[in-house]
């Protein structure tokens, strides 16, 4: 089993960039593919991105597509997300999440092991 802590949220004003990471204890992350979701007050958790094993293979939400990068260093054990150009929108809880399965997924479902959350806050 991994366990999975997030770090790196804060608050930031539109336009601007933060860097979210995920660090894993337990076992190694390269038996995982990993994905990055986040949850706005009063919305339902969404699919931001999505890294395979060795990082080859990414995917991406078509809100964050080019401004956002998922990387993964399995060497650390760790997983991150950079967001530029940063908007209101993206304001949200940010979860890390691992999972199993041997293709990239985007569900929620799909995905076993999950962090408590980072919180990013975008001001206009």
């Known amino acids: 089993q991994v366990q999975l802590v997030e770090s790196g949220g804060g608050l930031v004003q539109a336009g601007g960039s933060l860097r979210l990471s995920c660090a894993a204890s337990?076992?190694?992350?390269?038996?995982?593919?990993m994905g990055w979701f986040r949850q706005a007050p009063g919305k339902e958790r969404e699919f931001v991105a999505t890294?395979?094993?060795?990082?080859?293979?990414?995917y991406y939400s078509d809100s964050v597509k080019g401004r956002f990068t998922i990387s993964r260093d399995n060497a650390k054990n760790t997983v991150s997300l950079q967001m530029n150009s940063l908007k209101p929108e993206d304001t949200a809880l940010y979860y890390c999440?691992?999972?199993?399965?041997?293709?990239?997924?985007?569900?929620?479902?799909?995905?076993?092991?999950w962090g408590q959350g980072t919180q990013v806050t975008v001001s206009s």
């Open positions: 890294i395979s094993w060795g990082g080859a293979a990414t």
């Open positions: 999440a691992a999972t199993t399965s041997l293709v990239l997924r985007v569900g929620i479902g799909d995905y076993e092991y």
């Open positions: 337990g076992r190694t992350l390269r038996s995982y593919h």
